[in-house]
């Protein structure tokens, strides 16, 4: 059954960085696109940002675009997201999810206060 | 663009059958074979349910099931058992690579 599992969550100050990883088992990595969702406390999943099987095309959220970047290693079945300029409002848990958000991972809070 | 429009809360009786709505646009929900649905407990992951509007993946139960007609798709779950009871999202696909979730609804099993 195909794994994700999310890891680089924390608390950070405005104006910080934080790199997110999802590590992905029990799958042919490079077959699929990969998103990253989140979701804040008591609100519904945002679509945040989507890479394609090689990398090449990627989608960012205008809320996060010039901030986020989104990237994948296939050979270490890995999936980043690097947040940079964090707002308080990025608050959330973040979930990696596999192509068409068949299989999610368990997220990772990330805090952003002061 | 705006999250698609769910109703806040939904309830049944064990046994019952509930239907929560999803409203979007021709620009997602009607134009695209792409609606999912999601259901999640408490501090846990999304679950999905229902992909491609009406198909389900292995191992839900046939007891949910999905609809959709001009802009607003569905999700119906009958026979109604407290497990069931969770928050449910709708997603779909809204071009150049963008998902829109639901609002979401709370499915309360009485």
Redesign the interface.
């Known amino acids: 059954e195909m794994q994700l599992v999310e890891s680089g969550g924390g608390l950070v100050q405005p104006g910080g960085s934080l790199r997110l990883s999802c590590v992905a088992s029990e799958f042919i990595f490079t077959n699929y696109g990969l998103h990253w969702v989140r979701q804040a406390p008591g609100k519904g999943p945002e679509h945040v940002s989507a890479v394609s099987t090689n990398g090449d095309i990627t989608y960012y959220a205008s809320s996060v675009k010039g901030r986020f970047t989104i990237s994948r290693d296939n050979p270490k079945n890995t999936l980043y997201l690097q947040m940079g300029s964090l707002r308080p409002e990025d608050t959330a848990v973040y979930y990696c999810a596999s192509d068409a958000f068949h299989t999610w991972g368990q997220g990772t809070k990330v805090t952003v206060s002061s | 663009q705006s999250?698609l429009t769910q109703p806040p809360s939904a309830s049944g009786s064990p046994g019952q059958s509930v239907t929560i709505s999803c409203t979007g646009t021709s620009s997602d929900v009607g134009g695209y074979k792409?609606v999912?649905w999601?259901q999640q407990h408490p501090g846990k992951?999304?679950?999905?349910m229902i992909?491609e509007v009406s198909e389900r993946?292995s191992g839900v139960p046939d007891r949910f099931s999905g609809s959709r007609s001009g802009n607003t798709a569905s999700l119906t779950v009958s026979g109604l058992r407290a497990e069931d009871e969770a928050d449910y999202?709708c997603?779909s696909y809204a071009g150049?690579?963008?998902?829109?979730?639901?609002?979401?609804t709370q499915v309360t099993v009485l």
């Open positions: 999250a792409l999912s999601y992951a999304p679950k999905l992909y993946p999202y997603s150049s690579n963008n998902y829109i979730f639901g609002t979401g």
